[in-house]
């Protein structure tokens, strides 16, 4: 087993009813966004303006979520996102499935950040988020080095992970979630309704198809 398999299964993952992450049976909020100020400063990652808007909590540490991002949302992309019939979010809800999950999370935020305009506030946001799920390894230094490939400065991101810079982002996008009723990675959300089944592209087409 390599490492990242065995992070994501000794720490947190399992299946239940649905296949997902989840730090208890339902998730808690990660010691180390306690205490943080919940309050926005980035916006949401989008990709998209259609009608339908499907939301997606992820853990950058879990594997599921892995699995969505390496089966689903590439069939998201060729079906709807381009043929505009959807807007498509990311949040992030660690649930530590990885020790680094929200070193991770805080990592991609610098990089949008740092990449972000007033015409694409993503940046290379959704560039960075693939790069880090497809690593092997996740400490601080091979965070901000693969920051360099879209454009960062890797000491931008060092120091964002020293100053956990990116927190109230982080646990404004958790407390959101919770809110909404998620407890696991990843979770779909169609239009305000979770999808049962995350991993499976038909369902979540079928839940947009009767959204639209």
């Given at each position: 087993m390599n490492r990242r398999a065995f992070l994501v299964s000794a720490?947190?993952?399992?299946?239940?009813?649905?296949?997902?992450?989840?730090?208890?049976l339902e998730a808690s909020r990660p010691d180390e966004l306690e205490g943080t100020d919940p309050e926005s400063q980035l916006p949401t990652p989008t990709l998209g303006s259609g009608d339908v808007t499907v939301d997606v909590y992820e853990d950058?540490?879990?594997?599921?979520?892995h699995e969505f991002q390496a089966d689903v949302f590439p069939d998201l992309e060729d079906s709807y996102l381009e043929t505009g019939g959807i807007t498509y979010r990311?949040?992030?809800?660690?649930?530590?499935?990885?020790?680094?999950?929200?070193?991770?999370?805080?990592?991609?935020?610098?990089?949008?950040?740092?990449?972000?305009?007033?015409?694409?506030?993503?940046g290379q946001f959704f560039e960075y988020k693939s790069a880090?799920?497809?690593h092997d390894d996740w400490n601080d230094e091979a965070l901000a080095e693969l920051a360099e490939p879209v454009g960062v400065d890797p000491a931008s991101v060092s120091s964002a992970l020293a100053d956990d810079t990116y927190y109230p982002t982080l646990?404004?996008?958790?407390?959101?979630?919770?809110?909404?009723?998620v407890e696991r990675t990843p979770t779909v959300v169609v239009d305000g309704e979770i999808v049962d089944e995350p991993l499976e592209f038909d369902e979540i087409a079928a839940a947009i198809d009767d959204a639209s």
């Open positions: 720490v947190g993952c399992g299946v239940t009813a649905v296949a997902g992450c989840s730090s208890l950058l540490g879990c594997r599921y979520c990311h949040f992030d809800f660690p649930v530590e499935a990885a020790d680094e999950s929200v070193a991770m999370a805080n990592a991609a935020r610098a990089v949008q950040a740092e990449t972000g305009t007033d015409d694409d506030s993503n880090v799920m497809e646990a404004a996008d958790w407390e959101r979630g919770a809110e909404g009723g």
